[in-house]
């Protein structure tokens, strides 16, 4: 029967390679650590989201009543690149895209009153006013680690 040496004497040296897998480790942390801040530059995508919940609407009555007026109004904003919307049973939401030289959190409060002012538009009765959320990817994790 063949055998593969490496993988032999790593069974029989078990202490060896716990060490080992450790000195690689604490290198690894350490070489991050000094990693220049160039190599992981802060990614700005110049995207706001809009999201309005209005319980107890079927998705057309959730279109015409809350997207359409919402959409309305943020596409008269200047710079605005692409409006995407999606509304579903309660629920709707609106991706409003900039160009990229726009201002981030100037095109935030620029859509913050458009919604504002889409309010004399939308339905009396809903549960929460529509909420403006900046899409920032620097606020993301990159990964997530599951133990079981």
Known sequence: MKEFKASSW?????????VLALFISIAGFFAY??????????????????????????PTD???????????QVKSISG????KSSSFQDFATVLVEFNTDVNVALAKQKV?????KAKSDLPTDL?????VIELNISDMPIMYVNIS
Not at 80 to 83: D, M, P, Q, R, T
């Open 10 to 18: 790593s069974i029989d040296n078990k202490t060896t390679i716990y």
């Open 62 to 72: 959730m279109e015409n009543l809350v997207t359409k007026p919402l959409e309305k």
């Open 80 to 83: 605005v690149k692409k409006v």
């Open 33 to 58: 650590q000094k990693a220049p801040k160039e190599q992981f530059p802060e990614i700005v995508f110049p995207q706001i989201y809009v999201s309005a919940v209005y319980p107890g609407t079927a």
């Open 127 to 131: 549960t929460q006013q529509p909420r």
């Open 112 to 116: 913050k009153d458009a919604v504002d």
